[in-house]
């Protein structure tokens, strides 16, 4: 097993879209392998392929506790099936160092998926962290990031410029001279 090198935003890699995984052998267990050594380095969760620079559909999780034994879960070309209603909560993700705010998401699904040896699985989950888990490492299989599921896109904003991943954060107090006597300002 090898850990492999996190790909960060605003990384291109991270906007594209994975291709279905037709051979399960060896390069496929191993990929699987490395990536969780990877995640559990990076006390994460789940990772896709994406996020380690492989545009195949393959993503791992593990929601058991620290104090719980390792239940790491493969998805090989997951595809939700079945959803419904409605959760928010906060998220992180690996290629968004120490960035978190409120997303939304399912709050029920169904996830179709293959295992490592190929065969076709089913796994629902409903207003838990597993549910939450699989929804954002899908998200990165088609290319989409959590920025795009805020509840609030100011608050992802100010998130990711906090973080320099947005560039300079703008001092409105330094850039707006206000006229000497003058003490309030009309917005319109």
Do not use: W
């Not at 929601?63 to 959803?83: A, H, L, M, Q, Y």
């Not at 928010?88 to 179709?112: A, D, H, M, Q, W």
């Not at 990031?145 to 805020?150: E, M, P, Q, T, Y």
């Amino acid at each position: 097993m090898a850990k492999l090198q996190l790909v960060l935003y605003p990384s291109d890699t991270l906007n594209q879209k994975t291709k279905k995984i037709t051979r399960f052998d060896s390069a496929t267990r191993r990929l699987a392998q490395d990536m969780l050594e990877t995640m559990y380095a990076n006390n994460g969760v789940g990772l896709a392929a994406p996020q380690v620079g492989v545009l195949k559909r393959m993503m791992v999780i593990d929601v058991s506790g620290e104090d719980e034994p390792r239940k790491p879960t493969v998805f090989i070309n997951p595809e939700i099936i079945e959803s419904s209603g409605e959760m928010t909560g906060n998220e992180g993700c690996l290629s968004f160092p120490g960035v978190f705010f409120e997303v939304r998401r399912r709050s029920r699904i169904v996830v179709k998926f293959q295992n490592l040896a190929g065969k076709e699985q089913k796994l629902a989950a409903a207003d838990n962290l597993l549910c939450r888990a699989i929804q954002h490492e899908l998200d990165h299989l088609e290319g989409q990031l959590f920025v795009d599921k805020a509840v609030s896109k100011l608050a992802a904003e100010l998130e990711l410029s906090k973080n320099g991943l947005l560039g300079e954060t703008i001092d409105i107090a330094q850039t707006v001279k206000i006229p000497a006597g003058e003490t309030e300002l009309m917005f319109g």
